[in-house]
């Protein structure tokens, strides 16, 4: 096998120093432990650094000497909370294979009980284990391309392991080409056929993709790729258009299928196959985003983050939420967590009902708007879309004091924002949603923080 740079992370007792070295012996490779590095960068021990510079200051050390490491081949085992900063993970994953080190939190209180490392939370040893795994497991998760559970292992087992883990490739070829076939079968875009083509037999890229019905309208696939070219990882992000989501999951071991943003109609539907639904996806019944790591799929909402962050700075009471679906739950969701009282505004009122059962939220019709005089606006129907020229309220609803987001983005002047500027309200476009949502989709799919203003760029 030739030489690779493999990253172990994980949390403290779970090998990742004597695995890395005896990985080190079988490869042939050097190793390098960023504990010692920082130890031997700064003269004192961790807990000295703990005591003098506090946890923070210890991650700013770490972050430094991170950043220094070769990026050729090698070893490397990390501290426990070295990939709580994504920077770390962004300078760690350029050309490597990361394997996640697990183990049960009894297992690493034995192996850790009589260390002198400094508390993270003042709580007594076994409870800190548990709470600080709970919290850095969706982190780790997004960091890794492998995981290994090293409960029972010796250290020389495990490092054969993760050989063997790394030599059988990302995928069964065979597997992969019969997935890839379903996706040319669809309207691809001929460019993107050939390069899967061209990658369908590579063991060792991942794939990711949109998986909704209708979904090859996605500007998603060009703005991944380019990500993915930016921080070197060896992926690639394609169209999945299936109808049936469960039966289209139950394809996917063997493929190499490593992440899913998911889109109209499976939100919901996606939901009952899915092994662990995160608690913002689940409070809002919807899920937009699948993380799927050694065939564990892991569901997560990003919608309502897209619709949180460009309300920032903006202030007001009242809410109104046009709509009754997934993408209005989101709303609700992100506007409460804004301080807003949000009402859900739908053609059908049953479904506003509903929706607002779980949310405590006021709701009517459409037509209902003008007895509310809200601050903020929020479409999530999907009228304006397109070539569509219709608005969901009428126009004279619209007043100056009003903020009004349209999460409809193609196009990005819809007929919704046109009619809202020129009644002198300030608006903002859903392509402020598509880019927020994203980013924080793709920190959850690969670990990296990409810069907001680098995704604006590439959608124009």
Request: glycine share 8%; with cysteine.
């Amino acid at each position: 096998m030739a030489k690779r740079r493999i990253v172990l992370i994980g949390y403290r007792g779970t090998g990742k120093s004597s695995i890395g070295k005896a990985l080190a012996l079988q490869t042939g490779q050097s190793h390098l432990d960023t504990d010692q590095l920082i130890v031997d960068a700064t003269g004192k021990t961790i807990p000295e650094i703990f005591n003098s510079e506090g946890e923070a200051g210890f991650r700013e050390i770490e972050q430094h000497v991170i950043a220094r490491i070769p990026s050729g081949a090698g070893i490397i085992s990390t501290g426990g909370g070295a990939v709580i900063r994504p920077a770390n993970v962004q300078m760690l994953r350029m050309n490597s294979v990361i394997v996640l080190l697990t183990s049960k939190p009894e297992i690493i209180f034995k192996r850790i009980h009589k260390t002198d490392r400094p508390s993270l939370t003042g709580l007594p040893p076994k409870e800190e284990i548990e709470n600080v795994l709970e919290e850095r497991m969706p982190t780790y998760r997004s960091a890794a391309d492998f995981v290994l559970d090293t409960s029972t292992t010796t250290a020389r087992e495990a490092a054969t392991q993760i050989l063997e883990l790394i030599q059988s490739g990302i995928c069964n070829p065979e597997k992969r080409m019969k997935l890839i076939s379903s996706v040319i079968q669809t309207s691809i875009p001929s460019g993107e056929k050939i390069h899967l083509k061209k990658n369908a037999g590579c063991s060792d890229i991942f794939l990711y993709g949109i998986l909704g019905y209708p979904c090859m309208h996605s500007k998603s696939p060009a703005i991944y790729n380019h990500l993915f070219a930016d921080y070197g990882i060896p992926a690639h992000y394609t169209w999945f258009e299936q109808k049936n989501p469960g039966e289209f999951l139950k394809s996917l071991p063997e493929t190499g299928v490593r992440g899913l943003s998911v889109t109209i109609p499976h939100k919901v539907t996606i939901m009952p196959h899915l092994d662990e639904v995160k608690h913002d996806a689940e409070s809002i019944g919807a899920v937009n985003t699948v993380l799927i790591l050694n065939d564990e799929k892991f569901g997560y909402n990003t919608d309502w983050k897209g619709i949180y962050r460009p309300l920032e700075g903006v202030t007001g009471e009242k809410a109104v939420i046009l709509g009754a679906g997934g993408a209005a739950a989101a709303a609700v969701y992100a506007v409460s967590m804004r301080g807003y009282t949000p009402v859900i505004l739908n053609r059908s009122p049953d479904r506003a009902i509903h929706l607002a059962r779980k949310t405590g939220a006021e709701t009517g019709k459409l037509e209902d708007i003008g007895k509310f005089s809200p601050d903020l606006i929020i479409n999530t129907t999907p009228v304006g879309m397109g070539k569509d020229p219709n608005i969901p309220i009428p126009p004279q609803v619209l007043k100056p004091e009003m903020k009004v987001f349209d999460l409809v983005y193609t196009p990005k002047d819809t007929p919704l924002l046109q009619a809202a500027l020129a009644a002198g309200c300030s608006v903002i476009p859903g392509t402020e949603m598509f880019i927020h949502q994203l980013a924080e989709q793709f920190r959850i799919l690969t670990g990296i923080e990409a810069p907001v203003s680098r995704i604006r760029e590439m959608l124009g």
